[in-house]
C-alpha cells in the first residue's frame, strides 16, 4: 500500500508542475498586456526579471499556436530550479 501512495503523490506532483508552467505562460501573457494597457505602471523589478527570464524561453502568445513545446521547457526550468523564488 505505502508504494502505492508513493506512486500517486508522484503523480500529484507531475501535475502540480504542469499547471504550475501552465500558470507562467497565462501570467507573462497578463502582465504583458497589463503593462502594454497601463504604459505609465512600470512592474517591479523582481517581476520584470522573472519576465525577462520567461521571454527568453517562451516567445509571446500573438496568435493560436501550439503551447505543448514551451509547456515541456518550463517543466524543465521547473524541474532544475531555473529560478530563484527568495532572496
Given at each position: 500500500?505505502?508504494?502505492?501512495?508513493?506512486?500517486?503523490?508522484?503523480?500529484?506532483?507531475?501535475?502540480?508542475?504542469?499547471?504550475?508552467?501552465?500558470?507562467?505562460?497565462?501570467?507573462?501573457?497578463?502582465?504583458?498586456?497589463r503593462c502594454k494597457l497601463n504604459r505609465s505602471v512600470a512592474?517591479?523589478?523582481?517581476?520584470?526579471?522573472?519576465?525577462?527570464?520567461?521571454?527568453?524561453?517562451?516567445?509571446?502568445?500573438?496568435?493560436?499556436?501550439?503551447?505543448?513545446?514551451?509547456?515541456?521547457?518550463?517543466?524543465?526550468?521547473?524541474?532544475?530550479?531555473?529560478?530563484?523564488?527568495?532572496?
Amino acid at each position: 500500500m505505502g508504494t502505492i501512495a508513493a506512486r500517486d503523490c508522484l503523480r500529484v506532483l507531475e501535475l502540480t508542475e504542469q499547471v504550475a508552467a501552465a500558470l507562467l505562460i497565462a501570467v507573462r501573457q497578463g502582465v504583458r498586456l497589463r503593462c502594454k494597457l497601463n504604459r505609465s505602471v512600470a512592474p517591479e523589478a523582481t517581476l520584470k526579471k522573472m519576465m525577462d527570464a520567461l521571454g527568453a524561453d517562451i516567445a509571446e502568445i500573438e496568435e493560436d499556436r501550439r503551447l505543448e513545446p514551451d509547456l515541456r521547457l518550463l517543466l524543465e526550468r521547473i524541474r532544475e530550479r531555473a529560478w530563484t523564488l527568495y532572496e
